[in-house]
Nanobody, 117 residues
Framework: QVQLVESGGGWVQPGGSLRLSCAAS????????MAWYRQTPGKQRELVAT???????NYAYSVKGRFTVSRDSAKNTVDLQMNSLKPEDTAIYYC???????????WGQGTQVTVSS
């Protein structure tokens, strides 16, 4: 069973930066599309950024130009560099892995990001 463990969340002031990391195990990492989602209370989980097994990236409009997603196939990790953070970026951030063959999804437990002064 795929295991995803997020780290790097925390509190930061507006305009600051955080880097989230997701460590994947029990996974043929090169076969998976990876993504970051986020969710706030009372709202649906929303897609933040994706990176395919081939390295193609895509971003939600709200984070484009501020966030960067990357993956390291040697370490089986996917990172989300978040710059110029805004209070509206406050959410629980979840790592997602999608098997490119079966399209099955797996989720991490989430990490809290709080942006406030």
């Amino acid at each position: 069973q795929v295991q995803l463990v997020e780290s790097g969340g925390g509190w930061v002031q507006p305009g600051g930066s955080l880097r989230l990391s997701c460590a994947a195990s029990r996974i043929a990492f090169s076969m998976y599309n990876m993504a970051w989602y986020r969710q706030t209370p009372g709202k649906q989980r929303e897609l933040v950024a994706t990176i395919t097994f081939g390295g193609r990236t895509n971003y939600a409009y709200s984070v484009k130009g501020r966030f960067t997603v990357s993956r390291d196939s040697a370490k089986n990790t996917v990172d989300l560099q978040m710059n110029s953070l805004k209070p509206e970026d406050t959410a629980i951030y979840y790592c997602n892995a999608q098997n490119s063959m079966t399209l099955a999804h797996s989720w991490g437990q989430g990490t809290q990001v709080t942006v406030s002064s």
